[in-house]
């Protein structure tokens, strides 16, 4: 069984630059949540798609935008990257309905994002 | 203030001693709590859930859930050196659907 998988691995970009990142939820899992982790600190969420719209939405600017597709694979881009957007980036994903309330994570291995 | 505050770290126990780790939480919608373990490098893993107020045992690991105090904690009996890691607490906001994580404890378990 499939667990989240995430790509890519690691990143370096550039300051000003574009990035997406991807995410294939768990076998039998269509909610996919974002989370932004940096050092030293706890995931912090980016926002969650189900049924391919975004349903949720955490303190993040709008340089921040995803999408879902519909084998409920997820897509997150970030624009006009700043420094202060390095960190690890986490793909979360739980089964829709009683899953969605009750929560109870599964996490991909992240993308670790530099930006230089 | 910080939604969830957990005790501040490092924690350091010998082999075989009980961990306690400790967690408090503002949002009253927070319905389900979560403990993940996260080690250095790697993405959290879910170790414990609670639904209830009161205590949950599996295995080594006990958590504990008061709501009324907006508080809930994580034992760790018989800690092992592999226990080493830093241990999230995830209340769950059941009508939001969303998960908010406190920075984590970091234990040592020191053979």
């Known amino acids: 069984d499939a667990g989240v998988t995430q790509s890519p691995t690691h990143l370096i970009k550039t300051r000003g630059q574009q990035v997406t990142l991807r995410c294939s939820p768990k076998?039998?899992?269509?909610?996919v949540s974002w989370y932004q982790q940096a050092l030293g600190q706890g995931p912090q969420f980016i926002f969650q798609y189900y049924e391919e719209e975004e349903r949720q939405r955490g303190n993040f600017p709008d340089r921040f935008s995803g999408h879902q597709f519909p084998n409920y694979s997820s897509e997150l881009n970030v624009n006009a990257l700043l420094l202060g957007d390095s960190a690890l980036y986490l793909c979360?994903?739980?089964?829709?309905?009683?899953?969605?309330?009750?929560?109870?994570?599964?996490f991909g291995s992240g993308t670790r994002l530099t930006v230089v | 203030q910080k939604e969830v505050e957990q005790n501040s770290g490092p924690l350091s126990v010998p082999e075989g001693a009980i961990a306690s780790l400790n967690c408090t939480y503002s949002d009253r919608g927070s319905q389900s709590f979560f403990w993940y373990r996260q080690y250095s490098g790697k993405s959290p893993e879910l170790i414990m859930s609670?639904?209830?107020?009161g205590d949950k045992e599996d295995g080594r690991f006990t958590a504990q859930l008061n709501k009324a105090s907006q508080y809930v904690s994580l034992l760790i009996r018989d800690s092992q050196p592999s226990d080493s890691a830093t241990y999230l607490c995830a209340p769950h906001n059941t009508n939001a659907g969303k998960s908010t994580f406190g920075d984590g404890t970091t234990l040592t378990v020191k053979p």
């Open positions: 979360a994903s739980t089964p829709s309905g009683q899953g969605i309330r009750m929560g109870g994570y599964t």
């Open positions: 076998s039998g899992h269509d909610t």
């Open positions: 609670i639904y209830s107020n």
